[in-house]
């Protein structure tokens, strides 16, 4: 069995309210994106935030971060796009990422692509509302052709984040038409929780991403959950061939007492053991995925 | 054999809604109808072949898309002169771009008054991106549309229609989707029953399920709880003639016709035809289909003056 990577999502744009373990500084996130990397993540993905936890754009932040866990560490780096917080200006979005690429030290190894447009409401069960109703994240197909040429360009490698069925079948689209290189790279991105945009992090919902990727195409894929536990879900995806992408950005893990990000990715390697995996190493993580 | 695991006791007898013209042209299929005479003539020849409900787009005499309500009431009154088929009209695709409540403003003109009040309107639970992936040319087209539906315009939607006596069909391209509907259920803001309509896409359509039995299936896995659910499949560009029997027999409705896709490997069948075919696969599996007044109950329908009761 190939071995298995481990992506530790570090913060997202998660605040402190449940969780205070959640990165937010320079220092903070480099500080956890090393002790993931200890514990057995080789690739880091995080959100840089301001003092107060917003989210900050600006290329000297991320410079800064970046710069900051390597000199700690050789973990690979996957920074954000900004998510909702950042899609008005399609065409600006990548700005961040291919500005950094300029640069050896701070050249992300990975940055997202979200193939496609989702509404990313929340419906809270226990009270019966819905909340950030008005928010739709937004990713015109056409701004999807420009982040994939960019980044072929920039010499960084996408990661295709996947909502649905039909982001799945967008993304094969986009491999089929030369502009994602092989292997490609999916982040099977369900959602828990009050989240209800995405397929539930249950085997079914990891399921139903798994039946649509393309069979002709040479991919690795990565299951996550947005407001869910992904450890229940660990088994599944190292039996089924695929890595996981876990930490408290998604999940605050309030059942295990609000544990750091090093602690999920160690329980998460643990389980992946378990399941008769090895955890791959930066090295074997760059050969998996062609880097 | 089948037939005796058929019919579980409940099963609702098959609404079939004939999906006649949307906006295609005639290049593949002559018998798109485009005029209000045409679409009511059609209507009358898929009710006649067992359709419940009919769905259209009002066009004009040259194909192109009709943006004047006064047309649509005009196609209605025409329906009804000559048939009780169910009447359910566009939210206007063609005005996609739009927020769904000035989409709406036209339906609920139309809903004023019962002669032409349309029995059910259509309501996309998600915001896709309407994009084809042409695999000869490699090539992506539609790249800079997303249908953009809100939750809360959504909301706002389903509210404004309470009030007006027109039903609902919620369309689902994604998981997500679906699980909107059921917290919109859970949050009372949609009544029972609900009807939710698997919008699969074809012929290079990315945004949906495929149009294939997976593509059902994996819908069908996060549809709760099916007692509060109707549930039918559309295939927009692909047939629905290879899943019609599966999705009969597992209880759920079928919605079809040339303009979601020409069925050229038919020859060139008119939307009766399609429809004459389901209700052949329907009565093979031993499932009775629904009339107009019994697709009513089952979708639970407030009972509006039909167009007799209106004349007379």
Redesign the interface.
Same mark, same amino acid.
């Given at each position: 069995m190939k071995k298995m990577i481990l992506e530790a999502r570090i913060n997202e744009y998660a605040m402190r309210g449940e969780n205070p373990h959640v990165p937010w500084t320079p220092d903070e996130i480099a500080e956890s994106a090393a002790r993931c990397r200890e514990a057995g993540a080789s690739i880091v993905h995080f959100h840089a935030r301001k003092p107060d936890g917003s989210p900050e754009h600006s290329v000297e932040v991320y410079a800064d971060i970046i710069r900051k866990i390597r000199a700690k560490c050789d973990i690979l780096i996957h920074p954000t796009l900004g998510w909702f917080s950042n899609d008005e200006d399609p065409a600006g979005r990548t700005k961040c990422v291919t500005t950094l690429a300029k640069d050896p030290a701070t050249k992300p190894d990975f940055a997202p692509i979200d193939t496609g447009t989702i509404n990313l409401d929340q419906y809270d069960r226990s009270t019966k509302s819905f909340s950030h109703t008005d928010r739709v994240y937004k990713n015109r197909t056409d701004t999807l052709e420009l982040y994939a040429r960019e980044f072929r360009a920039a010499g960084i490698k996408p990661v295709l984040v996947c909502w649905s069925v039909g982001f799945v079948r967008r993304a094969a689209a986009l491999i089929e038409m030369g502009l994602i290189d092989e292997p490609a790279y999916f982040l099977l991105n369900m959602t828990d929780g009050p989240y209800i945009t995405g397929h539930p992090g249950t085997p079914a919902g990891l399921e139903a991403h798994l039946r649509f990727l393309p069979k002709n195409r040479r991919l690795e894929w990565a299951s996550n959950v947005v407001g869910g536990d992904l450890l229940k879900l660990t088994a599944m995806s190292a039996e089924r061939g695929g890595h996981i992408a876990p930490g408290i950005g998604d999940y605050a893990y309030r059942e295990l007492g609000y544990p750091t990000n090093e602690q999920v990715v160690s329980m998460a390697a643990a389980g992946a053991r378990k399941a008769g995996r090895e955890i791959a190493s930066v090295e074997d993580t760059r050969e998996l995925l062609g880097l | 054999m089948d037939k005796l695991n058929m019919n579980k006791p409940g099963m609702d007898k098959l609404i079939i809604s004939a999906r006649i013209n949307e906006y295609e042209m005639r290049d593949g299929n002559p018998n798109v109808p485009w005029t209000p005479g045409e679409i009511a003539a059609d209507a009358k020849a898929c009710r006649e072949a067992g359709a419940a409900i009919v769905h259209f787009h009002a066009r004009k005499p040259d194909g192109a898309p009709e943006p004047d309500p006064r047309v649509c009431g005009q196609i209605i009154r025409n329906i009804r002169d000559l048939t009780d088929i169910l009447v359910y009209p566009t939210l206007g695709v063609l005005a996609r771009k739009l927020p769904i409540l000035q989409r709406l403003q036209p339906v609920l003109d139309l809903a004023a008054s019962p002669a032409t009040r349309p029995d059910i309107v259509p309501l996309c639970l998600?915001?896709? +991106?309407w994009?084809f992936?042409d %695999?000869d040319r490699? %090539? =992506?087209r *539609?790249? $800079? #549309?997303?249908y =953009? +539906?809100?939750?809360?315009e959504l /909301?706002a939607c389903i509210e404004t229609l309470r009030s007006t006596g027109v039903g609902l069909e919620c369309l689902s391209?994604? /998981? *997500?989707a679906t699980?909107?509907i059921a917290?919109l259920r $859970? %949050?009372?803001i949609l009544p029972d029953p609900i009807m939710v309509a698997f919008h699969l896409?074809s012929g290079g359509m =990315? %945004? *949906? #399920?495929?149009g294939t039995a997976? *593509?059902v299936e994996?819908h069908l $896995?996060?549809l709760p709880d099916r007692g509060p659910y109707r549930w039918a499949v559309m295939n927009l560009h692909g047939s629905m003639l290879p899943l019609a029997e599966a999705i009969i027999r597992a209880g759920g409705h079928v919605q079809l016709g040339i303009g979601d896709y020409h069925y050229r490997e038919l020859g060139a069948p008119t939307n009766a035809d399609l429809v004459r075919e389901i209700v052949r696969i329907a009565h093979a599996c031993g499932r009775e289909v629904a009339t107009p007044d019994e697709a009513r109950r089952i979708l639970g329908f407030s009972s509006i003056s039909t167009a007799k009761d209106l004349i007379a």
């Amino acid at each position: 069995m190939k071995k298995m990577i481990l992506e530790a999502r570090i913060n997202e744009y998660a605040m402190r309210g449940e969780n205070p373990h959640v990165p937010w500084t320079p220092d903070e996130i480099a500080e956890s994106a090393a002790r993931c990397r200890e514990a057995g993540a080789s690739i880091v993905h995080f959100h840089a935030r301001k003092p107060d936890g917003s989210p900050e754009h600006s290329v000297e932040v991320y410079a800064d971060i970046i710069r900051k866990i390597r000199a700690k560490c050789d973990i690979l780096i996957h920074p954000t796009l900004g998510w909702f917080s950042n899609d008005e200006d399609p065409a600006g979005r990548t700005k961040c990422v291919t500005t950094l690429a300029k640069d050896p030290a701070t050249k992300p190894d990975f940055a997202p692509i979200d193939t496609g447009t989702i509404n990313l409401d929340q419906y809270d069960r226990s009270t019966k509302s819905f909340s950030h109703t008005d928010r739709v994240y937004k990713n015109r197909t056409d701004t999807l052709e420009l982040y994939a040429r960019e980044f072929r360009a920039a010499g960084i490698k996408p990661v295709l984040v996947c909502w649905s069925v039909g982001f799945v079948r967008r993304a094969a689209a986009l491999i089929e038409m030369g502009l994602i290189d092989e292997p490609a790279y999916f982040l099977l991105n369900m959602t828990d929780g009050p989240y209800i945009t995405g397929h539930p992090g249950t085997p079914a919902g990891l399921e139903a991403h798994l039946r649509f990727l393309p069979k002709n195409r040479r991919l690795e894929w990565a299951s996550n959950v947005v407001g869910g536990d992904l450890l229940k879900l660990t088994a599944m995806s190292a039996e089924r061939g695929g890595h996981i992408a876990p930490g408290i950005g998604d999940y605050a893990y309030r059942e295990l007492g609000y544990p750091t990000n090093e602690q999920v990715v160690s329980m998460a390697a643990a389980g992946a053991r378990k399941a008769g995996r090895e955890i791959a190493s930066v090295e074997d993580t760059r050969e998996l995925l062609g880097l | 054999m089948d037939k005796l695991n058929m019919n579980k006791p409940g099963m609702d007898k098959l609404i079939i809604s004939a999906r006649i013209n949307e906006y295609e042209m005639r290049d593949g299929n002559p018998n798109v109808p485009w005029t209000p005479g045409e679409i009511a003539a059609d209507a009358k020849a898929c009710r006649e072949a067992g359709a419940a409900i009919v769905h259209f787009h009002a066009r004009k005499p040259d194909g192109a898309p009709e943006p004047d309500p006064r047309v649509c009431g005009q196609i209605i009154r025409n329906i009804r002169d000559l048939t009780d088929i169910l009447v359910y009209p566009t939210l206007g695709v063609l005005a996609r771009k739009l927020p769904i409540l000035q989409r709406l403003q036209p339906v609920l003109d139309l809903a004023a008054s019962p002669a032409t009040r349309p029995d059910i309107v259509p309501l996309c639970l998600s915001s896709p +991106n309407w994009d084809f992936y042409d %695999a000869d040319r490699q %090539a =992506l087209r *539609g790249a $800079d #549309h997303v249908y =953009l +539906n809100p939750t809360d315009e959504l /909301i706002a939607c389903i509210e404004t229609l309470r009030s007006t006596g027109v039903g609902l069909e919620c369309l689902s391209w994604e /998981i *997500g989707a679906t699980r909107r509907i059921a917290a919109l259920r $859970d %949050a009372a803001i949609l009544p029972d029953p609900i009807m939710v309509a698997f919008h699969l896409t074809s012929g290079g359509m =990315l %945004a *949906g #399920h495929p149009g294939t039995a997976e *593509g059902v299936e994996t819908h069908l $896995d996060f549809l709760p709880d099916r007692g509060p659910y109707r549930w039918a499949v559309m295939n927009l560009h692909g047939s629905m003639l290879p899943l019609a029997e599966a999705i009969i027999r597992a209880g759920g409705h079928v919605q079809l016709g040339i303009g979601d896709y020409h069925y050229r490997e038919l020859g060139a069948p008119t939307n009766a035809d399609l429809v004459r075919e389901i209700v052949r696969i329907a009565h093979a599996c031993g499932r009775e289909v629904a009339t107009p007044d019994e697709a009513r109950r089952i979708l639970g329908f407030s009972s509006i003056s039909t167009a007799k009761d209106l004349i007379a």
